[in-house]
Structures are given as structure tokens and as C-alpha cells.
């Protein structure tokens, strides 16, 4: 977990399906995201344990003042040593 004044970046629960559900649903964000758009609770339950739980760089973004899910997901990349180089390479992103 990663804290911050106003943020936390955690792993993700299965109690976060409605919050996913909510965020996932709409047909403008799955669009640019480029996932199907969820359907129900259930299907955003089912990527959470299938897709989400088991990757230890997929974190949920939860703003502290709300204390729900405010974004869908962080992924981080774990630190790799690039070939010929002293220096770490790590990707990230958000939606």
C-alpha cells in the first residue's frame, strides 16, 4: 500500500465491484480503455479476482476524503535492469 496526504494506492478487494461497476459501465470510458464495457456487478467482480487480485502492480486509487474508489486502476511495473545500463527502467499508468 502506498499512502499519501490524499490518496492510497491499495490492492484491490472484491467489495470494490460496485465502485468498478459504477467507473467500468460506461461506454465512454471502456472505449478508451480499451475493455468491454461491464454489464454488471458481477462481471466487474469477476475481473477484480481475475484479472486485478492476482497482479501485484494493479493497484486500486482511492482518494482519502471519499474513502471509495475514485479511479479505476494504477499499474505499476516492477523495477527491471535494462541491458547494458546501471539505471532501473519502470513504467506506469492510470485510468
Keep these: 500500500m502506498i499512502e499519501t496526504e490524499r490518496l492510497v494506492l491499495r490492492h484491490w478487494r472484491v467489495k470494490d465491484a460496485s ?3 459504477k467507473y467500468a459501465s460506461d461506454n465512454r470510458v471502456s472505449e478508451l480503455a ?3 464495457t461491464h454489464t454488471s456487478v458481477k462481471m466487474s467482480h469477476e ?4 484479472v486485478f ?3 501485484p502492480y494493479c ?3 482511492v482518494l482519502r476524503m ?3 474508489l475514485a479511479v479505476q486502476s494504477a499499474w505499476l511495473c516492477k523495477l527491471t535492469e ?4 546501471s539505471v532501473s527502467a519502470c513504467s506506469q499508468g492510470y485510468c
Design 19 to 21: 465502485a468498478l461497476y
Design 34 to 36: 480499451l475493455w468491454p
Design 47 to 50: 475481473v477484480i479476482e481475475k
Design 53 to 55: 487480485m492476482p497482479n
Design 59 to 61: 493497484l486500486a486509487i
Design 66 to 68: 471519499m474513502s471509495a
Design 82 to 85: 535494462q541491458s547494458n545500463r
